[in-house]
């Protein structure tokens, strides 16, 4: 059995769980595909122990983030997802300045110093457009999965235009494209381009420092992570593990034991 | 807190939750009523009529449905909830209402409020955008004995020099009280959570000023005697129109926020510009709109509102600037970038928070003011 400290990420659409040593080695992870509002809190931790050599009884402290982080019982403390989101990149990541998190409904852009503290940022307001959402609506629209939009991009031979000011009238385009008979990897390859549009704006009202790096679910699409470079006119860090960044903060902060 | 602090704050709690009771009290007692809408009315004319002032700056959590018919999806809160009101009839009951046209949104009120609230006499104020020009004063004396005389016609009694001389001097006496306590809380953070200091603010909208006064004098003299708190928590100073729905105040509260200044339209804007002295009454009001600097909704080609913010909040002791970014406000928007540069400028960090009257839960904002808690704190 070992000590152990835990970071929970309650997200919108989903539930992640990172637990880190005394050491800060990653011992283990788990998301389950449900968020706040939901008993995936609860089934996290349990699936988790579930497959885990570690006991709960061992777990020192535990980090709650993410927008269910005020109504998980099992917290120590609860910290906000963009200084989770920044304290666990600059673990992985110490180069990145700029953290760009695309989760399920939220869009964040965070500028950090070398020690990974927060200097400022910027979140998307009442907008899905430029969120894991959008992808996640026009997909449906197309009859793919989330997963797969990132192979369909990748042979993409054009962009098709959509537009991103709105999730609502975009699904009616790309609904409007369908029709025409447009190829579904060009169409794929213009929604990336409409988010990574839509996250550049965010990114350049707050200003960008280099390096960037792309956290949250968001960066599992390569498709994304292409249009994206293209749009900001860089190149993109990517963490190994970019879902679990907030909760391996909310780790992080948990072992540090300042809270 | 002391009895007596806490009775004073309970009564201007009152106030603002009661303000149908207090309308129908004041028409109990034969006083006529008027509204007075955003931003900067001349509410002295109206105490001088005799009749009882009532602000009307729309309502929190109001849903919007009938409004919609009036304005496109993007009209600022306030006025699609003001207009709302008008449709359901909350302010049937008023004999008038002073409405400015100083933003574009307003100038729609202005055709919107006569069609859905016809028992209403509205009476329009047309400031002078240019204010600073001598030509401004002529202009909105002129302006001035229009709405004088449409009060005088609706209230039935004349509006006299010497009763207008008074009203002045009461609303500036309240002035002085009002930027007293906005000092004492920058001096002693901490003494009144956010909640409270909006409360003894929004007040004003509602009680008589004369009333209003009393109560602030004897709230000032308390702060004075209070002996300061050691406080722990984030000092800010506030920039926008309003910083509502006042949910947003108690996760302020929660997160261990003060106010210590503010430059709100709806809070210190309508008392931090005292009536100045001139020949005439009128020329009194009219003169006191030249002396805005940098006001958001007049025009300011040197942009100045940005260094205003930044000077008042270092003078304020604050630790950071936020701006309460009331949404589709094209005014706030385009003096956002000017605040945040001067704000960063004097090394002030700088959080912009996008607000809708209409808002039903202040969680998304929870989240920017933690991180913000954090990222000032240097907890996390």
């Known amino acids: 059995m070992e000590a152990h400290y835990i970071g929970i990420d309650i997200g919108s659409t989903a539930t992640k769980l990172a637990a880190l040593s005394g050491e800060r080695a990653l011992l283990g992870t788990t998301v389950v595909p449900f968020g706040t509002g939901t008993q995936a809190d609860q089934l996290a931790l349990e699936t988790f122990y579930r497959n885990s050599r570690l006991s709960p009884s061992d777990c020192v402290r535990t980090i709650a983030t993410g927008y269910g982080r005020l109504i998980f019982r099992g ?65 449906r629209v197309m009859g793919l999965e989330v997963a797969e939009l990132g192979e369909y991009d990748a042979r993409a031979t054009g962009v098709e235009t959509i537009s991103n000011t709105c999730t609502v009238f975009a699904e009616s385009e790309v609904i409007s494209k369908l029709s025409a008979g447009v190829d579904i990897a060009n169409l794929v390859a213009g929604i990336h381009d409409s988010v990574a549009r839509k996250i550049t704006g965010l990114t350049l009202r707050m200003g960008i420092l280099p390096e960037v790096a792309l956290t949250g679910g968001g960066a599992l699409n390569t498709g994304l992570v292409r249009a994206l470079e293209r749009n900001l006119k860089c190149g993109l860090l990517l963490p190994s593990l970019p879902q679990f960044t907030g909760a391996v903060g909310a780790a992080l902060f948990a072992l540090e034991g300042r809270l | 807190m002391s009895v007596s602090k806490v009775e004073i704050l309970r009564e201007m709690e009152y106030a603002v939750t009661h303000i149908r009771e207090r309308v129908l009290d004041e028409k109990a ?14 509410e002295e004319l109206v105490h001088a009529s005799g009749a009882f002032p009532v602000g009307i700056w729309g309502a929190e959590r109001l849903p919007i449905v009938r409004a919609a018919e009036y304005y ?124 409270e200091r909006h409360t003894v603010i929004k007040a004003r909208y509602f009680m008589r000023k004369e009333e209003h006064t009393r109560l602030m004098r004897e709230l000032n003299g308390m702060l004075r005697a209070s002996t300061a708190p050691s406080f722990e928590g984030i000092k800010v100073y506030v920039s926008g129109v309003m910083l509502e729905p006042s949910h947003i105040l108690d996760v302020m509260d929660e997160l261990g926020y003060t106010i210590v200044g503010d430059e709100l339209a709806h809070e210190s804007r309508q008392f931090n510009h005292l009536v100045p002295e001139a020949l005439s ?29 930044a000077r008042a909040a270092k003078e304020a002791g604050a630790d950071a600037v936020l701006f309460a970014l009331m ?23 700088f959080l912009h928070l996008e607000l809708e009257q209409t808002m039903q839960s202040a969680e998304p904002l929870r989240t920017r003011l933690q991180a913000f808690a954090e990222q000032l704190t240097h907890t996390c």
């Open chain 2, 72 to 195: 496109p999806p993007y009209a600022c809160s306030v006025v699609q909830s003001i207009t709302e009101l008008a449709i359901a009839g909350a302010y049937d009951g008023l004999d008038g209402v002073l409405i400015s046209c100083l933003c574009d949104t307003l100038k729609c009120v202005t055709q919107s409020f006569p069609l859905t609230c016809p028992s209403v006499k509205p009476i329009f104020v047309k400031h002078p955008q240019n204010h600073r020009l001598e030509g401004a004063v002529t202009y909105f004396i002129r302006e001035l004995e229009g709405v004088r005389a449409q009060l005088e016609t609706l209230t039935g009694r004349q509006i006299t020099e010497e009763a207008l001389c008074q009203s002045i001097e009461i609303y500036n006496e309240n002035r002085k009280e009002m930027i007293a306590f906005a000092r004492l809380l920058a001096e002693k953070p901490g003494l009144l959570t956010c909640r």
């Open chain 2, 327 to 349: 949404k589709f406000c094209d005014t706030d928007e385009y003096d956002l970038p000017w605040v945040r540069c001067a704000a960063q400028e004097a090394d002030l960090p």
């Open chain 1, 75 to 139: 917290a120590d403390a609860q910290v906000s997802e963009i200084s989770c989101h920044a304290k666990g990149l600059h673990h992985f990541l110490p180069q990145a300045r700029t953290i760009i998190d695309v989760g399920g409904q939220d869009l964040k852009a965070i500028q950090i110093n070398d020690r990974g503290s927060v200097q400022q940022f910027v979140m998307n307001d009442k907008c899905a457009a430029g969120t894991g959402r959008f992808l996640e609506v026009m997909s």
């Open chain 2, 281 to 309: 009454q009128l020329e009194r009001l009219a003169r006191q709109v030249q002396t805005y600097e940098g006001e958001a909704f007049l025009y300011d080609p040197r942009k100045t509102r940005g260094e205003r913010v």
């Open chain 2, 29 to 42: 007692r034969g006083h006529k009523v008027i509204g007075c809408l955003p931003i900067l009315i001349p």
